[in-house]
């Protein structure tokens, strides 16, 4: 059978109906739909005299009621005038189908009693099933559609076989995984765990192979793998896999799949069933936390933040288009990949915006033909798609995914993960590297980023022995050419700071510590890491234990960060919200916004004059007591009173002491007095997770499981209060 393609006369701005047999005007929408064409006849083996474009389902002429494809099991079906078999809905769209997208489909298969029904858009394409014993508005999405030539059979076990698995079913698949190798195999947790990592890395570029049509095999299932005369298929693939992503060094050039063929065979048959491609990124996303958080709980001492708390986070600092987003200690990349895909879905609707005001302006004018019309709205959407393709150099997509996101990690596996992870949701890896996150490596350099968002690692120290070595510090020459082409002396100051401490304390490239003779919390040093690496005027989230917010010797650290940023909000997370992660210490989320340089320069000032005004208060006091207290000392001096002389002297130092944090407390109060500004303040209770990891009520933000009495998540209440702070304070919900 000859495949079928697209046939277009550019000079007309016609596209060919292959269904209606006549040409039509190439709007993006018509474009659109007659691509997809060619995938249900090419692809799924549906003939022509199959399908129905444009159909009314009324019977009425109902322009409302008309599908862009209607699909019947058999040409005699068709003819017989027999309830069909799949509904389509075509859009041109970019963003992510929403539920409206998809109610519109459900109701036309109800009208005409289609079992199936496909919505499909420039960007994805989804498959659902009718239950026809459930009230309207109950969709259940499944894998895919059936081909041409589908049994009965076929179909049943397509219809139970729902796509949309749940992230507890996904994360029981890995877990199971895991487990085959580590019985088979007898390989340590982590071990196991980096062969699961290339296995499913195997399968997402088998997947976008497919989707790009680069492959027209599933190469990533048994039977292939059984075909093929090799020692080890699997492997095989695995080197393919490497090289396709040689770039982004993920793994080592030596580096193999360390399994025997039999078990990664049946790696294979359990997750050759599942289309990671079209499985949806929050599925992925969550399962593959739980799976990790499951595998390496207190064996490797990481934890993963809380999917509630990273997608809280994330919308409490709003991040923009163009906006350079950091987490220094990235871990599984949860922060990262839910920023990219945020901002993603933000640019997606602002080039639909775009695109429909235009085609709303053109709509209106009168004047052009039809064909004019379709011209001007074919180009400016492919105006609009090339500013959207993420693989082209430049465009606002290539530059989200590869000038945007950066991460780093100093355990490789964890680099590891994220860089994959990343790759599972649709990119932004570039970024993310395997080194120390205090310091100043492959592009994460003081002063560069708009955001930070991170969960560091707490409860352990810096050490005077943790020590910068040579190579820590090395970067690839060809990402050293590029930083130092984009960011110039920025760039090679940062470089020459780290290198200037080369064999020295980490401690000593910060102002904290007090000593680079002394341990220092990792936490306190984070903070100063993620205040150095914010622009003036960047905002940072950053999860930290509560003994940082009110324990006594760390005030230090308190007004340290006050004198160098605005406190946005502070949010108290429930004692238990980090407990299924392997961590039970009860932690705060802290919001800040480093000064832009006028700031900082009104509040330098605004402290140099509170303090000239409390010593100015206190001088005269001071000088009377000094000169008496030196007077009596020289007196025991000249009566040779060696222990009266002593005990004055330690009177005076003392006084001096007294009289010195007397100051500094008083200038402090009064610059608080002077520099005033409102803090949100939050105690949240419930956060969308339990003690034992299950899902639970969530307060936060707006959610399908908000608690009974919460009338405003934590998220709205804050946006209220940016816009009118003085309403929180006068009801005593700020400070």
């Keep these: 059978m000859n495949e079928l393609r697209t046939k277009r006369d550019d000079k007309k701005g016609k596209i060919w109906s292959h269904v209606r047999s006549k040409w039509l005007v190439e709007t993006p929408e018509e474009t659109v739909r007659q691509e997809y064409l060619l995938v249900l006849v090419n692809e799924y083996g549906f003939a022509l005299d199959q399908i129905a474009e444009e159909m009314d389902l009324t019977g009425r002429g109902s322009a409302s009621a008309r599908a862009d494809f209607v699909i019947w099991r058999t040409t005699q079906d068709k003819a017989d005038d027999n309830a069909p078999f799949i509904i389509v809905e075509c859009k041109s769209d970019n963003v992510t189908i929403k539920p409206q997208d998809y109610g519109q489909g459900e109701n036309y298969a109800r009208i005409c009693g289609a079992p199936f029904f496909v919505t499909h858009n420039s960007r994805e394409t989804k498959y659902w099933r009718v239950k026809k014993d459930k009230v309207p508005g109950y969709t259940e999405e499944i894998e895919n559609i059936p081909h041409g030539d589908a049994s009965d059979k076929d179909i049943e076990e397509l219809l139970s076989k729902l796509r949309a698995f749940k992230e507890k ?280 980023f708009n955001i930070i968002l991170t969960n560091p690692p707490f409860g352990a120290n810096v050490e005077p022995t943790d020590k910068v070595l040579e190579v820590d510090i090395q970067v690839n020459p060809a990402a050293e050419e590029r930083y130092l082409k984009e960011y110039g002396d920025l760039y090679r100051e940062a470089q020459n700071r780290v290198k200037a401490a080369l064999n020295k304390p980490i401690a000593s490239l910060f102002d904290l510590p007090k000593s680079d003779k002394a341990k220092i919390k990792t936490e306190v040093l984070f903070i100063e890491r993620c205040l150095d690496l914010l622009t003036p005027g960047g905002r940072l989230g950053i999860v930290l234990p509560e003994g940082i917010f009110n324990n006594p010797s760390l005030a230090y650290v308190r007004e340290f960060t006050e004198d160098r940023a605005f406190l946005r909000a502070v949010v108290s997370l429930p004692q238990e919200t980090f407990v299924s992660s392997g961590a039970s210490v009860k932690c705060s989320l802290l919001f800040l916004q480093k000064f832009t340089e006028e700031e900082q320069q009104k509040f330098d000032e605004t402290y140099a004059t509170a303090k000239a005004e409390i010593e100015a208060r206190y001088a005269d006091e001071i000088k009377a007591e000094r000169e008496r207290l030196e007077s009596a000392i020289e007196a025991a001096k000249q009566a040779k009173d060696s222990e009266l002389r002593k005990s ?53 933000y707006p959610n399908a499981n908000q608690p009974a009495d919460c009338d405003k998540t934590c998220l709205e209440l804050y946006r209220e209060f940016l816009a009118d702070p003085s309403a929180f304070t006068e009801a005593g919900g700020a400070e």
């Excluded at 303040?681 to 307060?699: C, F, H, L, P, R």
């Design 169 to 448: 079913e996904f994360a029981d698949l890995l877990h199971k995984c895991h487990n085959i190798i580590r019985n088979r195999e007898k390989k340590d947790p982590a071990a196991a765990f980096d062969e699961i990592a290339k296995v499913l890395f195997i399968k997402v570029y088998v997947e976008r192979s497919l989707l790009t049509r680069r492959n027209k095999t599933n190469l990533f299932t048994v039977d292939v793998l059984k075909n093929q005369i090799a020692e080890n298929p699997l492997d095989n693939l695995f080197q393919e896999t490497k090289r396709a992503y040689a770039a982004d060094k993920i793994f080592e050039d030596d580096e193999r799949i360390n399994l025997k063929p039999a078990t990664g065979e049946a790696i294979v048959k359990e997750l050759e069933k599942y289309n990671l491609s079209d499985t949806s990124e929050d599925v992925k996303g969550v399962a593959f936390e739980r799976f990790l958080g499951r595998t390496f709980r207190g064996e490797i001492g990481q934890f993963f933040t809380p999917r509630t708390i990273v997608e809280f986070m994330v919308h409490m600092v709003d991040p923009k288009e163009g906006e350079i987003v950091c987490d220094p200690a990235s871990g599984s990349g949860g922060f990262l990949i839910r920023v990219f895909e945020i901002v993603r879905e933000k640019l997606l609707a602002d080039a639909d915006r775009e695109y429909n005001a235009f085609k709303a302006e053109i709509e209106k004018d009168k004047s052009l033909t039809e064909e004019q019309r379709a011209k001007k709205l074919q180009d400016k959407f492919t105006e609009v798609q090339a500013l959207i393709d993420q693989k082209r150099e430049g465009s606002r997509l290539w530059k989200l995914s590869n000038r945007c996101i950066y991460g780093t990690d100093a355990n490789d596996r964890m680099a590891r993960t994220s860089k994959m992870n990343m790759i599972m949701h649709g990119d932004g890896h570039g970024g993310v590297h395997h080194h120390d996150g205090f310091l100043n490596v492959n592009g994460i350099f003081e002063g560069r």
């Design 648 to 700: 004055l002297q330690k009177e005076l130092k003392d006084y001096l002491k007294t009289m010195e944090i007397r100051q500094i407390n008083e200038a402090r109060q009064l610059l608080k007095e002077r520099f005033d500004y409102p803090i949100f303040m939050y105690e949240a209770e419930k956060v969308g997770i339990s003690a034992t990891g299950e899902e639970d009520q969530n307060e936060l």
